[in-house]
C-alpha cells in the first residue's frame, strides 16, 4: 500500500512589532511523520520561549529538513507587511504565500494549512485543502511547518538582537508588544527620535508618544496617506478584473 502524503501550512511571526513574518510548507509521507512525532514533534509554540525551547526546535526543524519529501520557507520583510496592513490585506498576503509554495510542492494527497478563517479561501483553488484551527493537531506535516516557520524567524530576529544588543543591552520576547519590547524601543527613541527600520510603522507605538510626541501622529498619518494612494491605485485594477 502506497504511504499517504501531507503538505502542512503555518506561519510565525503574523503578531509582532518587530522584524519579518515567515511561513513554511513541509510534505511528509507517513512513515516520516510518524518518525517525526516519536521524535517529539509538536506545535513550535508548545515548547516554550527559552533557549532550550529554541534548541529543540532547531534540532527538530534539521531532522524535519533531512526526511521530509519537501520544505519551503517564505519570508516576508517588514515593508511588505506594512504595505498589505495599510490595504487590510494581510490574510489575502498569506494565502499568496501559501499558494506560492503548493505550486512548488510534489502533488500530495492532502493539503492541512493552520487557520481556518485564514485559509479557508484557497479551498476553491486546492479542493484537498482542509484550513483547520490547530492545524498541528490533525498532522505532523502542520506542526513540521511550524517548528521549520519559527526557527527561521528566530534565526531572523537573532539578527536584530546581535544588531543593537551593543547599543541596548539584551531584549527578549521575539519583538511581540511586552516590556522587553517596550524598553528597548523607547530607548532606541530617546536615542535616535524615531523608531528602527525592523519596527512595523503599521502598529501602534503610542507607549512612545511621551517622547517622540507629535511624530507618532506623523507616523499614523502617513501611513493612512500610502494607504489611500495604495488603494488608488490598486483599485483600477481591481475594477478591471471584474469586467
Not at 44 to 68: F, H, M, N, T
Not at 99 to 107: K, L, N, S, T
Not at 114 to 134: C, I, K, M, T
Amino acid at each position: 500500500m502506497a504511504s499517504k502524503t501531507t503538505l502542512g501550512i503555518d506561519e510565525a511571526g503574523r503578531g509582532p512589532v518587530l522584524g519579518q513574518m515567515v511561513l513554511s510548507a513541509v510534505v511528509l509521507d507517513s512513515k516520516a511523520a510518524t518518525a517525526l512525532t516519536r521524535a517529539g514533534l509538536a506545535d513550535s509554540k508548545s515548547y516554550g520561549s527559552g533557549k532550550k525551547a529554541k534548541r529543540i526546535r532547531a534540532e527538530l526543524a534539521a531532522k524535519v529538513q533531512e526526511i521530509a519529501l519537501f520544505v519551503a520557507v517564505e519570508i516576508v520583510d517588514v515593508s511588505e507587511v506594512d504595505r498589505r496592513v495599510r490595504l487590510s490585506e494581510l490574510n489575502l498576503l498569506e494565502r499568496e504565500c501559501a499558494a506560492r509554495m503548493i505550486d512548488r510542492a510534489p502533488v500530495v494527497d492532502r493539503i492541512v494549512a493552520d487557520g481556518e478563517r485564514l485559509f479557508r479561501p484557497l479551498q476553491s483553488r486546492y479542493p484537498h485543502l482542509e484550513a483547520l484551527n490547530d492545524g498541528e493537531s490533525a498532522h505532523a506535516a502542520v506542526a513540521a511547518a511550524s517548528v521549520v516557520a519559527k526557527t527561521r524567524r528566530d534565526d531572523l530576529f537573532a539578527l536584530i538582537q546581535r544588531r543593537y544588543e551593543p547599543e541596548f543591552g539584551r531584549f527578549e520576547g521575539g519583538g511581540y508588544v511586552n516590556a522587553t519590547t517596550k524598553k528597548f524601543l523607547r530607548a532606541y527613541a530617546e536615542k535616535h527620535l524615531g523608531i528602527p527600520p525592523e519596527a512595523r510603522l503599521s502598529w501602534p507605538f503610542e507607549y512612545l508618544r511621551d517622547i517622540l510626541g507629535d511624530d507618532v501622529d506623523r507616523i499614523r498619518a502617513s501611513q493612512e496617506i500610502a494607504a489611500a494612494a495604495a488603494v488608488a491605485k490598486v483599485a483600477p485594477q481591481r475594477q478591471l478584473s471584474l469586467l
